[in-house]
């Protein structure tokens, strides 16, 4: 479902990644775990448009995607939740849920999203600003599914997230596969979330793969390795 081949991207002069490869399949979970720096919002940046490559294919579905815009990946099944979150502080849950229809017919929020984050339901006329940061991130997660992608990024979702609601983002993203069968592509440094989630781990370091394994052959010492500092 979604094809990347051999990407290279840089910032100026500085090159960030130096080929990367990997393919997800349709109902498959892919982690790339790796500490900070080593280029894992690159890599979601350049998959979804916001950096350009320099060389490589990104495809979704067969689509070559290389040299679409952003918001025409999304159009193709491409969806992203970026580092951070950011929501609109200053929209109500339910306005920034709809910002995520843009490109979609019918302008209601479906409650399937809801059903997937009561909280969200609770919260609809609240500010996103007036959320906590576990909550904006199933916000901004909802935001994504919305648009009924195919493909959906989520750029370190647990970063400063308390560990009962990483569980239920973890709980959400196997509960979204399971009712839509989408491929998801999650970027992560706690290990316990990965292998909840991801059928198969990735290590990135300094811009390049440097491991991979199936969760069931995931060797948690040898990962471990890999993200302490
Ligand atoms: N805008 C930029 N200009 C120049 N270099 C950048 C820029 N953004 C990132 N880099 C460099 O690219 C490399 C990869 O950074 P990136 O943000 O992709 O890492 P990351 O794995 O997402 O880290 P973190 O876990 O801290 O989010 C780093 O060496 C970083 O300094
Ligand atoms: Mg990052």
Do not use: C, W
């Not at 929020?109 to 576990?134: Q, T, W």
Request: zero cysteines; a neutral charge.
């Amino acid at each position: 479902m979604l094809n990347v081949d051999d990407i290279f991207v840089s910032y100026g002069q500085s090159e960030a990644l130096h080929g990367i490869s990997f393919e997800a399949a349709r109902n498959e979970t892919v982690a790339v775990m790796g500490r900070n720096g080593m280029g894992k919002t690159t890599l979601f940046k350049s998959l979804i448009g916001i950096l350009p490559l320099k060389s490589g294919a990104v495809r979704v579905d067969g689509a070559d995607v290389s040299r679409d815009e952003s918001f025409q990946r999304v159009a193709k099944g491409i969806a992203y939740v970026p580092q951070g979150r950011q929501i609109f502080a200053t929209l109500t849950v339910e306005e920034n849920i709809r910002t995520g229809l843009e490109n979609v017919r019918g302008k209601t929020v479906p409650d399937e999203i809801y059903a997937l984050f009561p909280v969200l339901y609770e919260m609809r006329a609240r500010k996103g600003g007036n959320l906590s940061g576990g909550q904006q991130q199933q916000l901004a997660i909802a935001r994504a599914l919305v648009s009924q992608p195919k493909v959906l990024l989520l750029d370190e979702p647990t970063e400063g997230i308390q560990p009962s609601i990483i569980k239920d983002i973890a709980r959400a993203l196997n509960e979204i596969r399971k009712l839509r069968e989408i491929t998801i592509v999650v970027s992560e440094q706690v290990l316990s979330f990965a292998l909840d989630v991801a059928d198969r781990l990735l290590v990135i370091e300094g811009g390049r793969f440097v491991h991979e394994s199936t969760r069931s052959a995931a060797d948690a010492a040898t990962i471990r390795e890999y993200l302490s500092v």
